[in-house]
């Protein structure tokens, strides 16, 4: 793939670029058992779960979920986010539920420390909470953190010394008081001394006067945060949609730009553009911590071609993000059925790339189930891709009319989860709906060289 500098130009069309895929790659993917983590209640279902592995410990693994009603919207009896802990690698999972009710867009990382998890409660004005867990998941602190209101999308990611960075977008005024879209930034502190863990703000940052989202949070071997985002539409004034129902202001493409930090989220570089081949937006932003081949290497993902690809790109560890490869597919759309979403990527110890998505190729209803594939060689190639689901996620009336009647929930949410745990295995984790409801499945996979 070749390397262009980070300058606003629409790229050539994607038909002629070549596909990433390389069949002949001498790669074997095993993935393992597909399992439930639990059994949801009667009028439970759930959503946009995430997973986040221990550093040091392969089996200890931690994931989180948006609890939701097959009822009806807005639920109280039902709605809120539940924690996962898993410590035999995913064979068995136990449950606790976050105390918020209308806990939407969770998010978790882990470390040798213990766990932050992140949360919105939509009942007032989209608040970003932190909850605090000592002891890597097993129970939730009683002190719980508000980091504001007018959040969305939270991300986090954790450094080599355990300390963990939140960032999100959220709508707050500027220095001239007008109210724009920034970028929130905070870290996990040491307990104060009444013995609470805490995030500190450390930044609000301002790039533009476009409304934009964030799409993915990284650190890098020496402690550096990497944050991306997509801008897509003007500051308009007034009302966000026209008579005829669209919305004002939207840009010709979706571009998506990078900053980054050395001084722990104090001041920011300027932005770096990536690309503006993405359809929608990207899920994701990894690094290669590694001491191998491709340290310190960033990789970002997102749908392309009409949703119909997944476009894979990258740049090098001594570009520091100023260059970009060109956003190329992972399979050439020309050659599948259906469409594809939501891709995430994973880098495991021995600094392999695993790249996730939810897929429809399989079924003419359109039911989907995730695939997976892996490179070997920093992103330049990958195998084929292989099916993660042992049976198709149907969503039927058993998840609610609110549910099976749009398409963004029909897939189970904007995002699932794929994380690399410290033997190396990848774990997928995504709302499933193979009994008509969405449940939380879970598989390893294993890669191995032939």
């Not at 932050?116 to 909470?129: G, R």
């Not at 703000?201 to 020496?222: C, H």
């Not at 609110?402 to 709302?431: I, Q």
């Amino acid at each position: 793939m070749k390397y262009r500098k980070t300058v606003p130009f629409i790229s050539l069309s994607l038909l002629f670029l070549s596909p990433l895929n390389v069949p002949g790659q001498n790669l074997e993917i095993q993935v393992g058992k597909n399992i439930q983590l639990n059994e949801a209640l009667p009028n439970e279902q759930f959503f946009e779960p995430y997973i986040s592995a221990h550093p040091n410990k392969p089996n200890h693994l931690l994931a989180v979920g948006w609890v939701n009603s097959t009822l009806k919207k807005r639920d109280s009896s039902v709605e809120r986010c539940a924690a996962f802990v898993s410590n035999n690698g995913g064979q068995s999972w136990d449950r606790s539920d976050l105390p918020n009710t209308f806990c939407a867009d969770p998010w978790v990382s882990l470390t040798e420390k213990g766990a932050v998890l992140t949360a919105l409660d939509m009942e007032t004005s989209n608040q970003l909470f932190a909850y605090f867990s000592s002891d890597g998941g097993q129970s939730w602190d009683k002190n719980v953190q508000s980091l504001g209101y007018f959040h969305d999308g939270p991300r986090s990611t954790f450094t080599k010394d355990g300390s963990i960075f939140i960032a999100s977008h959220q709508s707050a005024r500027d220095g001239d008081n007008i109210r724009r879209t920034a970028i929130y930034v905070g870290k996990s502190m040491k307990p104060n001394r009444r013995g609470y863990q805490y995030i500190e703000k450390k930044n609000l940052v301002f790039p533009s006067n476009l409304n934009l989202a964030i799409d993915g949070v990284a650190t890098l071997s020496d402690g550096s945060l990497a944050i991306i985002y997509q801008d897509f539409q003007r500051h308009v004034k007034g009302p966000q949609k026209d008579e005829n129902g669209n919305w004002r202001g939207i840009l010709k493409t979706r571009r998506e730009w990078l900053i980054s930090s050395k001084d722990g989220g104090r001041t920011f570089t300027f932005p770096k553009m990536i690309t503006e081949s993405c359809y929608d937006r990207a899920n994701d932003l990894v690094a290669d911590t590694t001491d191998g081949a491709f340290k310190d290497r960033l990789y970002s993902a997102c749908g392309g071609d009409n949703g119909t690809s997944i476009l894979f790109m990258y740049s090098k560890g001594e570009y520091k993000g100023d260059y970009w490869s060109d956003a190329t597919p992972i399979e050439l759309p020309a050659t599948l059925k259906g469409e594809r979403r939501d891709p995430h990527i994973a880098v495991n110890k021995d600094g392999m790339v695993a790249v996730a998505w939810l897929d429809n190729r399989d079924s003419p209803d359109k039911c989907v189930t995730p695939y997976i594939t892996v490179s070997t060689d920093g992103g330049e190639t990958f195998a084929k891709p292989v099916r993660v689901g042992d049976s198709l996620s149907c969503p039927n009336d058993k998840a609610g009319k609110h549910v099976t009647e749009s398409g963004r929930w029909s897939w189970g949410g904007d995002y699932f989860g794929l994380t690399a745990a410290a033997d190396g295995r990848f774990h997928v984790l995504w709302p499933d709906a193979r009994s008509g409801k969405f449940e939380l499945m879970t598989a390893a996979v294993s890669v191995s060289k032939n």
